[in-house]
Structure formats: structure tokens, C-alpha cells
């Protein structure tokens, strides 16, 4: 609990069902649905910004970022990172989990628009090449730190979760240039 819920908790007898109601997780309550839509908002802007400041081989493989709701797509030319908040129906962050992949290949590809003629899609060229699920963990917003869904132990801040992403992303793309080379 913060120093903030325990100063203004009311006097219930310890123990009873009142009393354990009231002092319920963080992840479950409401100010965590605003919480993990800030953090959630920090780790799209670190991975976004750190992204830009990567440096790619020709200038069309400049990033270009597109955002929706609790999704992001960040393209760097043959490469891309994708991260969403995943969340069940009650819309709790104690029971959503964050997804990252790294993708070799476009995602989400935009065909061009012309006026009165059909639509061509776009074809889907992507593949996982890296993923990684993490929950949320935390007793307040100034403690919100996310577990690896696959190892115990150790959680990791936003930085350090944006981090890995770059670190995937970047070696996915130097993976793409040896392929490129090669050929």
C-alpha cells in the first residue's frame, strides 16, 4: 500500500473481511487503470525515442511509428518492434499482461491510395523473430515493474524493458544486412 491509502485508511478491526476489502492490491484498483496507461505511455516514448536515435544503413529505413490505442508498430526499414497492453474484459492491470515482438519484415503494410480504383492489399512479409510477454507488478505507480512471463526472479523497470527491445530489434536488423550481403 502507499503512504498516501495507509494515512487515510479507516479504523477497521484487523483481520476482518471489511478490512482486507479495503486494502486490496494496487494492480486491482481503480488509480491502477490510469497508472498502467501512463507507464504504458513511458515505455512506447523510451522505445520510440531510443529507436530515432539508432542509425540505419539507407535513409528509407528511417523508423516510422504508428500508434493506436495500448499498440504501437515501430518499422525501421526490414525490421520492426511492436508492443501492446493486453487486457481482459474487467480491465484490470493485474490481470493484463505486456507483449513485445521483434519482427523481420513490414507489419501492417499501407498500400497506396488512388481514387475509384479497388483497393489493393497490402501482403503481410512478417515474421516473429523475437517475443516476450511481461505482467505487471507493483504496490503503487512509483513501484510499477514488470516480471518475464517465462523466468522467476528479477523484474525489470521501462527502461530496462525498453532496453531489450532495442537490443532485439538491433540485432535483428544487423542479421538483416548479413542476409543482405550474403545474397
Same mark, same amino acid.
Given at each position: ?10 479504523? !477497521?478491526?484487523?483481520?476482518? *473481511? ?6 486490496? *492490491? +494496487? ?15 513511458? @515505455? ?14 539507407? $535513409?528509407?529505413?528511417? $523508423?516510422?511509428?504508428?500508434?493506436? *490505442? ?44 488512388? +481514387?475509384?480504383?479497388?483497393?489493393? !492489399? ?19 505507480? @512509483?513501484?510499477?515493474?514488470?516480471? @518475464? ?19 532485439? !530489434? ?14
Amino acid at each position: 500500500m502507499d503512504e498516501l491509502t495507509r494515512a487515510t485508511s479507516p479504523t !477497521l478491526p484487523a483481520g476482518s *473481511p471489511a478490512e482486507a476489502a479495503w486494502r486490496r *492490491p +494496487f494492480l486491482t484498483t481503480h488509480p491502477a487503470l490510469a497508472a498502467a496507461a501512463r507507464e504504458f505511455a513511458r @515505455l512506447t516514448t523510451d522505445v520510440v525515442d531510443r529507436v530515432a536515435l539508432l542509425t540505419f544503413d539507407e $535513409p528509407a529505413h528511417a $523508423p516510422k511509428v504508428r500508434r493506436s *490505442p495500448y499498440r504501437i508498430i515501430v518499422q525501421a526499414g526490414p525490421v520492426a518492434v511492436t508492443l501492446a497492453w493486453l487486457r481482459d474484459r474487467a480491465d484490470s492491470p493485474a490481470a493484463a499482461q505486456l507483449l513485445v515482438a521483434v519482427w523481420r519484415g513490414t507489419i501492417a503494410a499501407v498500400a497506396p491510395h488512388q +481514387f475509384e480504383r479497388p483497393k489493393k !492489399l497490402a501482403e503481410a512479409t512478417a515474421e516473429t523473430m523475437w517475443v516476450a510477454e511481461y505482467t505487471p507488478e507493483a504496490e503503487s505507480e @512509483l513501484s510499477w515493474r514488470w516480471r @518475464l512471463q517465462i523466468a522467476e526472479g528479477a523484474t525489470l523497470s521501462s527502461a530496462e524493458v525498453a532496453d531489450q527491445c532495442l537490443a532485439a !530489434l538491433s540485432r535483428e536488423y544487423a542479421a538483416c544486412r548479413e542476409d543482405l550481403a550474403a545474397d
